[in-house]
Structure formats: structure tokens, C-alpha cells
């Protein structure tokens, strides 16, 4: 007696269903591996689910259907299944598992990394600059070409952010060519920018050299100007030049490419934005919005200015309500109250500052109660927070603001405005979505600075060869994820793991196969053919002498690589999954919001205990020893003497 299979649809409108459309391909048996006898497990969402009885013995209405044991077995002799003519597969996305699983899994993935960490620390054959002259030839047009006949794959990295500072961090370069492309030779803690900007916190105590973060890995002050993805080059231009302004130019030829430039300040087309306000995305940002916070200070207290002037001078603004521009305006506002206070006393009653948010409310990423206990805590330490209102252009001297349930449009003076409403694409993340076909159904041609690049469960970029994409500048396609720093940096280590375990990448997208390693002992594999998803005909599955896991998993999750996989080739089964930890937001008055998640639950916390988790984890999260010691001496040097007044 043998089973029978009945190949039915789990639709759920929230998952993408499997849909099938144009390849031609044959389903090979797969070997038996023993008899199942556990239950099957339940259909995750857009999946295909499947339905076994036995087929002499009818099942009971509401009763657990089982697969019937059946004796071991030699190879199957069974002839190939049939296959549907001009039929391709498309995989659904990967259903979440629950929090506390991949919790678990991410401490046991971070073992793993602490493993390769410790082999390079006691690696003291760090390479010299001998060793990257030897990494380049001459090309041509006058640019230097990366020599591909290097022993080691070429693993190119474009960024320093946390993605890409994570995955550098973790990769194994005993098996792989490291090459980072940036035109920042740091990491930066980019949470803590607004305390840089007021002096709680020193620039330098948020920075990691790029090679302190990996000594082994090429890095290379440049930025990549272009990518081709046919022929796996990428173009980079130095970030430095010479006196004469000549500026080297050179061809990077990789094995797998990293996109991980992150984003750049959005403007939205508002007039003035670029020529007079500040942002808050680098060290250089906050250098100069420090600067001019105390010569805003220094020139109200000259004489002879009149007392509208002064007002107008020392009108801070800024335009946004999330985390950056909240944490910013509490910590400004906290510079002021206590420290510039005590210096400048009588320009107390001039001062001001405003908060602007499009939205009803600011913090939307918070819970509704959160939300509400910032905006009360800016009222009572004196915020102006002024929502509903959208900024049409900004002026040297005053911007205009238009509320939007009346469209009444006010000029408001003003002597710093802070933009941050947040990012848009780079142009190398524009060009790209423009030059890979199958990106343009996750485009707006309309709105280019809102492109970013579609990834598939493994973080290939879709319709791409080889090609990865961290953070901000992507955009997993069944799984959208906020843009934050928690997110990038598990996605970079999560690559890294995978490349270390010898998973090579391939065309990235839903109709492809995971990444695939290949034992070297085989030889020459054709790959190509085995990344090629065929359809599963659970008919023909269901007539074999028995079933075994892998045919249930076949045809579970409609995935022929279950079944076409021979001995020594293995498919990568572990797509991304983010562990979020929750939020937390600093607003001032030394009180902060706390989002706490575990275990699919949310705490909120408010007040100085946020204050307290939120100074914990942001020093524990430091990426070194030494950044923790020198914030930990910054925030006890503010609190002793006060922050630093001096402007040079």
C-alpha cells in the first residue's frame, strides 16, 4: 500500500502565492532516506500545503493525516516525473519563525563569529601596502585593474556603514580577498550624532578606522561610481587627490559585490533646503552644526544688535519628528538649559526651539502612549512642537511653513535649521535599479530618489549575479524592514556567515535556487542547472514505493531543490530573519522612550529608567573596547564640568 497525495493551496492574502510561469525542466527521484512517520507540519502562508492518507484506509473527519511507514528501501527506479510543458516556479517567501527560535539561532551564529574573529586577532601576518600594489596592474584609459588571477575570490565591499562595517568585521579572509571601497575610512555610531553636535559626546569617541575593524582587508578611499553586473566590474573614483587635483581612477573585477552605500539626506525638492540647512549624516554634519550653535550664542551677545534679531538668531528649527530630529531637539535643548545658561544668562528669554513634524504626532514608530509622553516632555522643558505643518521653502533668514487643514502659509524666522525628514537613494543605487531589468517592478521611474534595490530571503539583489545589498539602500521584498542601524548590521553578518560556509551566491530572486555550495572533490558541477527551480509534481511523488522527509519538504514548499540535490551539493535553508530588540528614542531632560520587544511581546518604558537602558545599551553596543571607555569618560567629563563651550 503506498500514499496518496492531494496538492492543495494555503492562500492567506498577507503572503505572496506561489505562481508558475515558463521553464521547461525534468524532476529527477530522489533517493529514499527512510520512512516519516511524525506528523506533517501545518502549511506556512503561501506555501503549498499537503494533504497525505493512506489509500485503503480512509481518515477520520478532523484527524491528523500521516504518511504510511514503509521499509527501507534501495534507489528508486521509479522513472523521472512527468513535467508540464513551459512551466517555471516561483518560491513563496520563507514564513517567520518565532522570536524566541531566532534568538537562539543568533547566539549560536554569534559564537561562530567570535570563532573567526579570534583566528584573525592571532594572525600577526597583517598585509602591507606591498601587498595591495601587488593586488593592481596597469588597464587601460590610465586606470589600474584589480588583478583577477588573485588565489582568493575577491569579496568587494562599497561602504563602511553598519552593514557593511559588520560583515568586514565577521568575514573569514583566510578563504576570501577583502576589498572595501569608501570614502569614509571610519565606522561611525551614528545614534549618538546628536550628542557629537553639543559636545556631550567627543566626534572621535564614535569612530572605527575601517582597518582597526579588520586588518586583513584592502581598503580603498574611494567611491564607486559605477557597476557592471554582466561583467562583474566596479569603477571607483579616489575620494583624495593630489595638489595638481588629478585624481586616481581604477577597475575592481570581483567575485561577489556588497552594496552597502546606505542613503543620503532627503530634500523632497524643497527650495533652500541644500544651501541652508544642516543634516545630521556624518561627523562633518555635526562639526559644523556645533560651530554654529555657539557663533549663534556669541553673535547675540555682541552689542548693538536689536532684540529681534537676537530672537531671530537664536530660533533653532528643526524639520522632523523622528528619532534623529527628537533626540536632537531634546539634547540641543538640554545644551541650552543647562550649560549655555550659566554663560549666557540674559539671552535666556530669547531663545528658542522648535520642532516641525508633518504627521499628527511625532515618533511614529513608537507606540501611541510613547508618542504622547514625548510631546508632553517637550512642552514642560519648554520645546515649541508643531505638527500637521509641511515646510515649502527655506530661506536664508526664515522658512515658510504651510499647515496643512487650512493651507495657511506663515514666514518663521529663525538662526539654525536642522533638515531631517529623512533619506534618498545614492546615485549609484538609482543607476543600478536602472540597469537591471527586473528591478523595475520595484521601482517608481517617478520618484528615483526613493529607489532602492530589491533583495530576495538571502539579500541577493534581485535579477542581479553575485550581487548583495545591505540597509538602507535595500529593500527585502516580502519582508519590509525599517531602516535602521539593528537592521543592517544583522544583515552583514548574516552574509558573512554564509560566504564563510562557502555558499556562493548566484542570480538572486524567488525564481532561483538559495545559494548553493558544491564539494571541490566533485569537480565540474554545472551549477547553472542545478540553481534551476523545476516544478514539483506531487502526483508523481505520491506514487513512489515511500515517502521520506525530503519529498514532504519538496513538495511543502513547492521547491525542486529538495529533490535534485545529488551527494556533496548542499542549498543555503537559512534565509535572513531580523531579531528586532526593540526602539528607544533620548528626549531630553535626561528621559528617554524604551520599546522593548522579546519573545513577540513590547514593554514601554519612560522616563530616567529609559534613560538608564537607553545609556546601557548604546555603550554596550559600541563596536570596541575603546569607544566604551572613551564615552563612558565623555559623559562623565559633561556631567562633572559641563560640556565644552570652546569654538576654534
Known sequence: ?????????????????????????????????????????????????????????????????KAQPAAPAKHSSAAPAPVREDEAIELAWPAPRPWAEVFLSKVVD??????????????????????????????????????????KPVVLVLGTG??????????????????????????????????????????????????????????????????DPDKKVAYCTAAVAFEDGRRPQFEIEYDMVVVAVGEQPATFGVPGVAEHCYFMKEVGDTVQLRQR??????????????????????????????????????????????????????????????????????????SGSLQQRAIQNFKATGVSVVLGVQVTEVQRDFIKIKSKASDEVQNVPYGLCVWSTGNAARPLVRDLVQALPRQAKYSNPARPASSK?????????????????????????????????????????????????????????????????????????????????????????????????????????????YLQAPAGVSYYRKPFEFLSLGIMAYVGNDKALTQVEAFDTSLNVYGRLAFLLWRSVY?????????????????????VFGRDLSQF
Request: proline letters at 7%; charged letters at 20%; hydrophobic letters at 40%.
Open 110 to 151: 554569534t559564537v561562530e563569529d567570535v570563532g573567526v574573529i579570534a583566528r584573525r586577532t592571532f594572525n600577526k601576518s597583517v598585509p602591507g601596502i606591498e601587498a595591495i600594489d601587488r593586488l593592481f596592474r596597469a588597464g587601460k584609459g590610465g586606470r589600474l585593474q584589480l588583478k583577477k588571477e588573485t588565489q
Open 293 to 366: 550653535i555657539q557663533q549663534a550664542f556669541e553673535l547675540a551677545a555682541l552689542p548693538g544688535s536689536s532684540e529681534e534679531e537676537r530672537r531671530r538668531v537664536l530660533h533653532f528649527v528643526v524639520v522632523g519628528g523622528g528619532p534623529t530630529g527628537v533626540e536632537f531637539a531634546g539634547t540641543l535643548n538640554d545644551f541650552v538649559r543647562v550649560d549655555l545658561a550659566k554663560k549666557y544668562p540674559e539671552l535666556m528669554p530669547l531663545v528658542s526651539v522648535s520642532l516641525y513634524q508633518s504627521a499628527q504626532s511625532i515618533l511614529t514608530q513608537f
Open 453 to 561: 534595490l530589491g533583495v530576495d530571503p538571502y539579500l541577493r539583489v534581485v535579477g542581479a549575479r553575485d550581487m548583495i545589498a545591505l540597509g538602507d539602500c535595500s529593500m527585502m521584498l516580502g519582508n519590509r524592514l525599517p531602516a535602521t542601524a539593528q537592521v543592517a548590521g544583522q544583515q552583514g553578518a548574516y552574509v558573512a556567515r554564509m560566504v564563510n560556509r562557502g555558499y556562493s551566491m548566484g542570480l538572486g530572486g524567488l525564481d532561483t535556487s538559495p545559494p548553493v555550495k558544491v564539494d571541490p572533490a566533485l569537480g565540474e558541477v554545472d551549477t547553472e542547472g542545478l540553481r534551476k527551480l523545476r516544478p514539483v509534481d506531487a502526483a508523481a511523488i505520491s506514487q513512489q514505493p515511500k515517502l521520506t522527509e525530503v519529498d514532504l519538504k519538496a513538495v511543502l514548499n513547492n521547491d525542486s531543490t
Open 162 to 227: 553598519w552593514g557593511a562595517h559588520s560583515l568586514v568585521k565577521v568575514i573569514d579572509v583566510e578563504q576570501f580577498e577583502v576589498v572595501v571601497v569608501s570614502p569614509r575610512n571610519h565606522f561611525l555610531f551614528t545614534p549618538m550624532l546628536p550628542s557629537t553636535a553639543v559636545g556631550t559626546v567627543e566626534f572621535r569617541s564614535l569612530l572605527e578606522p575601517i582597518r582597526t575593524s579588520n586588518p586583513f582587508a584592502t581598503y580603498l578611499e574611494a567611491s564607486c561610481e559605477k557597476i
Open 1 to 65: 500500500m503506498h500514499a496518496k497525495l492531494q496538492h492543495t493551496t494555503c492562500r492567506q492574502p498577507t503572503a505572496p502565492a506561489c505562481t508558475r510561469t515558463g521553464v521547461r525542466a525534468a524532476v529527477p527521484a530522489r533517493l529514499a532516506h527512510g520512512p516519516v512517520s511524525a506528523p506533517l507540519p501545518a502549511a506556512a502562508p503561501g506555501r503549498q500545503r499537503l494533504v497525505v492518507a493512506a489509500a485503503a484506509t480512509p481518515t477520520k473527519e478532523g484527524a491528523k493525516p
Open 619 to 639: 555603550i554596550t553596543k559600541q563596536v570596541s573596547f575603546r569607544n566604551r571607555v572613551l564615552i563612558l569618560f565623555d559623559w562623565l567629563k559633561a556631567r
